[in-house]
């Protein structure tokens, strides 16, 4: 099955790629918020938060809200957990690795060659 | 009791560079964590996410060399590559799958900061290696994904 069926996934990755984008999805997770609102902890205008604010509503990791007025966005935790359930099963597999790793070295002794 | 070194694995997505990255800090000096990946009666003991042993593990830890691990849970589970680079004790770098893997042993205080790199080479295999390396449970994923679509479609229009 190609990877080319599933776009998105690639839209959701790349749009997570980026930290201003994480930290925007970070102030999203706390509750909805304006362009404005969001603008404010970076030293970026309105017009670049904007950009950000498209890749992640293409994405699907955002929404605009009910108020038409102000558009504050709020997370789509559906597209979130994509996400992360794409990875989970590869991040736990190392976590679990490292793990039995961390386990192992303390059986060997310290300084064994 | 659980085992007193348990900590979190940091795992990072970086398309830009097409690798996944996983960060570990371990109670040993990186000599031994070294030792750990590079010697067959250490690596056999916790390659497996399983926690068994390997049912094979043979490893010509050398550049050009190469290496291969078998699960005993799951003989079709094998795993293996070339060595590329040996720096005792803080650098190795293996192909394996198509990507590159790099691991990076940095001293700190008394233990070491493991990073271990998956470069995939390009996004699009980044993808790919994502999409074999999750099998298990993967497929409801793109199922979940795939019924997603349309609906992206329309708030994309």
């Known amino acids: 099955m190609a990877i080319e069926s599933y776009p998105q996934l690639d839209l959701i990755f790349s749009a997570m790629g980026d930290p201003t984008r994480r930290a925007i999805l970070g102030r999203l997770a706390l509750g909805e918020a304006t362009v404005a609102e969001l603008a404010q902890p970076f030293a970026f205008s309105q017009p670049t938060i904007s950009r950000h604010l498209k890749v992640l509503e293409r994405a699907g990791l955002i929404e605009g809200g009910r108020d038409a007025q102000r558009r504050p966005r709020r997370l789509r935790l559906e597209a979130m957990k994509q996400a992360a359930d794409f990875i989970e099963p590869f991040r736990r597999e190392w976590e679990q690795r490292f793990d039995n790793l961390a386990n192992h070295l303390t059986t060997m002794k310290p300084g064994e060659k | ?157």
């Open chain 2, 1 to 157: 009791m659980p085992p007193a070194f348990q900590s979190a694995t940091d795992c990072v997505i970086d398309r830009a560079s097409h690798t996944i990255r996983f960060v570990r800090d371990l109670d040993a000096a990186p000599a031994q964590v070294f030792d750990a990946w590079t010697k067959p009666e250490h690596l056999a003991c916790w390659w497996d996410a399983t926690g068994a042993p390997l049912a094979s593990c043979e490893m010509d830890v050398r550049p050009g060399g190469s290496f291969t691990f078998v699960s005993s849970s799951n003989p079709d589970h094998v795993f293996s590559g070339v060595y590329q680079t040996i720096e005792p004790p803080h650098r190795l770098v293996f192909h394996a799958n198509g990507a590159e893997g790099r691991l990076i042993l940095d001293r700190q205080g008394d233990g070491t900061r493991m990073t271990v790199e998956i470069d995939c080479g390009s996004a699009a295999h980044l993808d790919h290696y994502l999409e074999v390396g999750v099998d298990k449970g993967t497929a409801q994923t793109l199922a979940n994904l795939e019924a997603y679509l349309p609906e992206l479609e329309a708030t994309a229009a």
